[in-house]
């Protein structure tokens, strides 16, 4: 379980995060949407201990970061590194054995080239592998579905299902409803840096309903569009 309690952020006089309360539990995938901006990868990255804030960010298993695979937007590459070095860099962190790294590529990554010289997707899809081999029990994956192609966005999806078989905790984002809708069991969804509900599987439809709704709104006319 991670619990976060009363988590707020600010950066000088600009508060990003307030009073945020959420309890994750083993066994089940969490969304997290709003708009650009909304405080989702703050959020993640307090989580994750990258980030001071006040508040408490508590788990089953201490120190949190010792068991989290945090999947960043865009994740970081030194410069001279192949994919499979990243992978064992990784892992050696966590002092997991990685004689078998080859086979379980399951990406086809060209793991012998720099990961600097990797696409957007590629870099992804490296940086998803390195976590899964850590064998971590909780799992943040900000955006993991931006970027990639779509074979591998089948995977990705089939990966979650399979982390929630292994009652792991996922939290993910995305901008991509039917993705969160077809992995997720809850939906929360954040503005302006306070969480406004969470939101059940049956009432997903609903839920993307009333953000189209906000969303959308009269914008269509305003392009006057011909």
Request: charged fraction near 25%; glycine fraction near 6%.
């Amino acid at each position: 379980m991670i619990k976060v309690t009363e988590l707020t952020k600010s950066y000088g006089t600009k508060q990003v995060l307030k009073n945020i309360n959420l309890t994750f539990s083993e066994g089940n995938v969490y969304g997290i949407v709003g708009e650009n901006g909304a405080g989702k990868t703050t959020l993640f990255r307090c989580i994750a201990g990258l980030e001071d804030y006040q508040g408490e960010v508590k788990s089953k298993l201490e120190p949190l970061k010792n068991h989290l695979g945090l999947l960043l937007t865009e994740p970081f590459f030194f410069a001279k590194i192949t994919g499979k070095e990243y992978i064992q860099l990784l892992c050696s962190a966590r002092k997991i054995k990685t004689d078998n790294i080859e086979s379980r590529n399951i990406f086809d990554l060209p793991l012998n080239q720099y990961a600097s010289t990797y696409s957007t997707g590629m870099k992804k899809k490296l940086a998803i592998t390195a976590i899964l081999l850590q064998n971590n029990k909780y799992f943040i994956l900000d955006e993991p579905f931006n970027g990639v192609d779509i074979q591998s966005n089948i995977i990705i999806t089939e990966i979650i299902h399979k982390l929630k078989e292994l009652k792991k905790i996922v939290i993910i984002s995305s901008h991509i409803f039917s993705t969160l809708s077809v992995t997720c069991d809850e939906i929360h969804l954040i503005k302006n840096g306070e969480f406004i509900k969470p939101v059940k599987r049956e009432d997903f439809s609903k839920l993307e309903a009333e953000m189209k709704e906000i969303t959308i709104a009269n914008k269509l006319e305003k392009l006057e569009l011909i």
